[in-house]
């Protein structure tokens, strides 16, 4: 999870792009992995990391500085994601994975974002978020909004089980 | 394979991935940052201009304070577990005194209030049997300040895997402990729920426990609702589907503010609606509940008495009826009767263009302190998560073990 920037955020406020890119840059992988594994499409991720910053400033105002900054904006990004479903949804338009941005494919290229969407939800958000988004079980529990032993069985069980699948497809 | 092998692979996919489409973010378009040019007024007119804003905007703040009470309520309720302490404790007990009610054959107006006064009564007096339900249940948390004592911890009864402990004192100073225990899953088209809502379809977390009060268990079953971006938490505790308290925490249309939505329910009959907004004021709760439909009405403002040194309650009340308004004051003490050591309400209601003051007794229950002698745990915030034969390959974490809800 990213670190506290409450020297920053009252810079922020005056809308520095400075600092912007100072708090952008600590915390888009968090936003990153909150949003991917909701979504599943890579090109909406990137439209929704955009409407999570956007409205992360608009809404500074009513940011009560005495808490930390990162599960705050992690909320905003999980309630846009959500936001954006319950639109899809009501308009019974299928959210479709999408994979438009070529992957780096080293030698021993198996495909772990295929592997990772094969998941179940909670599990790709977890690993996601602790793994891409560097957050801690703590923080990621905050934001899912469920019990840090919960977090962390799903944590284990997830790699267990991509452990298992990706030892099948090295052997096959 | 190793699991850090797994951790780095992941990396190493979606690293480049984070960078490649966050470097297309340009929020300099939609004019929220300043252009790296662009050219910005004098500082001292910046000034001026920040100084008239910002009076506007106190000026402003402090009407809508004045109107509404401060939003605190961020503070008094900050996690979720707070939440689901708060709606299970209040839903529970508003229960069980509707219960005791119905068992002892009270009527809703009968024996539960008796008016003390010569002078005649006041309006407010007609809604003390329904507003002594409330006046009970707000004790349990009124003794709180800035924020709940609420504890997560995992359950020692092997049917359920989460544990809820709420502690505080009444009025009187006698220790309240609460322990509720429930499972959460998520929601899945095979969900099926005890209790639909309207929008249970928008359910992502279900909640089923239990909690016990006086010896007699009480059924829980809670939801988390997404609806836009607004998370309400839904709860009913029930004895059964005709015999229930459903509280739902959601913002309120009327003023945009976060309250507890209260529906008592009994025998399949809604007794009363009401809405509760909890709020802290000079570091102490204040509770702002307004009764919507059924047996009684009116707006309630209760807080502890002279700042939290006393024993007594304090309510500013406003009741608007078709042929009758009044506005007043109510103190309420708790009296010890000397013989049986036994608790109850004194009411002393002053309307505000009355003729005096009126007075009323009322039941008050003892407070429930469920786990006297089981204390010990209930202050462990602590614990590990992880299964005992579950640490095969355990990720380098030092938060990892240190479980804190």
Same mark, same amino acid.
């Given at each position: 999870?990213?670190?506290?920037?409450?020297?920053? @955020?009252?810079?922020?406020?005056?809308?520095?792009?400075?600092?912007?890119?100072?708090?952008?840059?600590?915390?888009?992988?968090?936003?990153?992995?909150? @949003?991917?594994? %909701?979504?599943?499409?890579?090109?909406?991720?990137?439209?929704?990391? #955009?409407?999570?910053?956007?409205?992360?400033?608009?809404? &500074?105002?009513?940011?009560?500085?005495?808490?930390?900054?990162?599960?705050?904006?992690?909320?905003?990004?999980?309630?846009?994601?959500?936001?954006?479903?319950?639109?899809?949804?009501?308009?019974?338009?299928?959210?479709?994975?999408?994979?438009?941005?070529?992957?780096?494919?080293?030698?021993?290229?198996?495909? @772990?974002?295929?592997?990772?969407?094969? %998941?179940?939800?909670?599990?790709?958000?977890?690993?996601?978020?602790?793994?891409?988004?560097?957050?801690?079980?703590?923080? @990621?529990?905050?934001?899912?909004?469920?019990?840090?032993?919960?977090?962390?069985?799903?944590?284990?069980?997830?790699?267990?089980?991509?452990?298992?699948?990706?030892?099948?497809?090295?052997?096959? | 394979?190793?699991?850090?092998?797994?951790?780095?692979?992941?990396?190493?996919?979606?690293?480049?991935?984070?960078?490649?489409?966050?470097?297309?973010?340009?929020?300099?378009?939609?004019?929220?940052? %300043?252009?790296?040019?662009?050219?910005?007024?004098?500082?001292?007119?910046?000034?001026?201009?920040?100084?008239?804003?910002?009076?506007?905007?106190?000026?402003?703040?402090?009407?809508?304070?004045?109107?509404?009470?401060?939003?605190?309520?961020?503070?008094? &309720?900050?996690?979720? *577990?707070?939440?689901?302490?708060?709606?299970?404790?209040?839903?529970?007990? $508003?229960?069980?005194?509707?219960?005791?009610?119905?068992?002892?054959?009270?009527?809703?107006?009968?024996?539960?209030?008796? /008016?003390?006064? %010569?002078?005649?009564?006041?309006?407010?007096?007609?809604?003390?049997?329904?507003?002594?339900?409330?006046?009970?249940?707000?004790?349990?948390?009124?003794?709180?300040?800035?924020?709940?004592?609420?504890?997560?911890?995992?359950?020692?009864?092997?049917?359920?895997?989460?544990?809820?402990?709420?502690?505080?004192?009444? $009025?009187?100073?006698?220790?309240?402990?609460?322990?509720?225990?429930?499972?959460?899953?998520?929601? /899945?088209?095979?969900?099926?729920?005890?209790?639909?809502?309207?929008?249970?379809?928008?359910?992502?977390?279900?909640?089923?426990?239990?909690?016990?009060?006086?010896?007699?268990?009480?059924?829980?079953?809670?939801?988390?609702?997404?609806?836009?971006?607004?998370?309400?938490?839904?709860?009913?505790?029930?004895?059964?589907?005709?015999?229930?308290?459903?509280? =739902?925490?959601?913002?309120? #249309?009327?003023?945009?503010?976060?309250?507890?939505?209260?529906?008592?329910?009994?025998?399949?009959?809604?007794?009363?609606?009401?809405?509760?907004?909890?709020? *802290?004021?000079?570091?102490?709760?204040?509770?702002? $509940?307004?009764?919507?439909?059924?047996?009684?009405?009116?707006?309630?403002?209760?807080?502890?008495?002279?700042?939290?040194?006393?024993?007594?309650?304090?309510?500013?009340?406003?009741?608007?009826?078709?042929?009758?308004?009044?506005?007043?004051?109510?103190?309420?003490?708790?009296?010890?009767?000397?013989?049986?050591?036994?608790?109850?309400?004194?009411? /002393?209601?002053?309307?505000?263009?009355?003729?005096?003051?009126?007075?009323?007794?009322?039941? =008050?229950?003892?407070?429930?302190?469920?786990?006297?002698?089981?204390?010990?745990?209930?202050?462990?915030?602590?614990?590990?998560?992880?299964?005992?034969?579950?640490?095969?390959?355990?990720?380098?974490?030092?938060?990892?073990?240190?479980?804190?809800?």
């Amino acid at each position: 999870m990213p670190k506290r920037f409450d020297d920053l @955020i009252a810079r922020l406020a005056d809308h520095d792009n400075e600092t912007f890119e100072i708090i952008h840059t600590e915390t888009k992988k968090m936003v990153f992995a909150i @949003i991917y594994p %909701l979504v599943g499409d890579i090109n909406l991720t990137e439209d929704l990391m #955009q409407d999570t910053y956007i409205k992360m400033l608009r809404s &500074l105002e009513s940011f009560d500085r005495r808490r930390p900054f990162g599960p705050w904006l992690a909320q905003i990004a999980k309630n846009i994601a959500y936001d954006h479903l319950r639109h899809a949804k009501r308009e019974q338009q299928a959210v479709e994975a999408a994979w438009h941005i070529q992957m780096p494919k080293p030698d021993t290229y198996i495909d @772990i974002d295929r592997l990772i969407r094969s %998941l179940d939800k909670d599990k790709q958000a977890v690993v996601l978020m602790r793994i891409v988004g560097e957050m801690s079980f703590k923080d @990621i529990a905050s934001t899912l909004d469920r019990p840090l032993g919960t977090i962390y069985s799903l944590y284990k069980n997830a790699l267990k089980e991509l452990r298992h699948i990706i030892g099948k497809e090295d052997n096959s | 394979m190793k699991l850090k092998a797994i951790e780095n692979r992941i990396q190493s996919t979606y690293r480049p991935i984070v960078e490649k489409i966050a470097n297309h973010i340009d929020l300099i378009d939609h004019d929220i940052i %300043l252009k790296p040019d662009t050219r910005r007024l004098p500082s001292f007119i910046i000034r001026f201009a920040l100084r008239t804003m910002l009076v506007v905007l106190f000026a402003g703040l402090g009407f809508f304070i004045f109107r509404t009470g401060p939003e605190s309520s961020v503070t008094v &309720l900050a996690k979720s *577990t707070d939440i689901v302490a708060f709606e299970a404790v209040s839903s529970t007990d $508003l229960l069980v005194q509707t219960a005791i009610n119905q068992a002892t054959s009270m009527s809703a107006s009968g024996g539960q209030v008796a /008016t003390l006064s %010569l002078v005649p009564t006041s309006a407010v007096g007609d809604e003390l049997s329904t507003l002594n339900y409330y006046l009970n249940m707000i004790e349990q948390f009124l003794a709180n300040q800035s924020s709940l004592n609420v504890t997560l911890s995992e359950s020692e009864l092997p049917e359920y895997d989460y544990k809820i402990v709420y502690q505080s004192t009444d $009025l009187s100073g006698k220790p309240i402990t609460y322990a509720l225990y429930y499972n959460e899953t998520s929601v /899945t088209d095979s969900t099926t729920f005890v209790f639909n809502e309207e929008d249970s379809d928008n359910a992502t977390v279900w909640l089923q426990g239990q909690i016990t009060i006086q010896g007699t268990l009480y059924l829980l079953e809670g939801k988390k609702i997404v609806d836009g971006t607004e998370e309400i938490y839904s709860l009913y505790s029930y004895l059964d589907t005709a015999d229930y308290v459903y509280v =739902r925490y959601e913002t309120d #249309q009327a003023d945009g503010v976060k309250k507890f939505f209260y529906t008592v329910v009994q025998n399949g009959q809604t007794l009363n609606k009401s809405k509760i907004q909890v709020d *802290t004021e000079s570091n102490a709760l204040v509770t702002n $509940l307004e009764f919507v439909e059924g047996n009684a009405k009116g707006k309630y403002r209760v807080t502890r008495g002279d700042n939290g040194n006393s024993q007594h309650m304090d309510v500013a009340y406003e009741i608007q009826g078709p042929t009758l308004n009044e506005n007043g004051q109510i103190r309420i003490d708790i009296v010890t009767d000397d013989v049986t050591g036994d608790t109850r309400y004194a009411y /002393t209601v002053s309307p505000e263009d009355g003729e005096g003051d009126h007075q009323y007794e009322a039941d =008050r229950h003892d407070s429930f302190d469920e786990h006297e002698d089981d204390h010990e745990d209930e202050h462990e915030e602590d614990h590990d998560g992880t299964h005992p034969d579950d640490h095969e390959d355990e990720p380098e974490d030092d938060e990892a073990p240190d479980v804190e809800h």
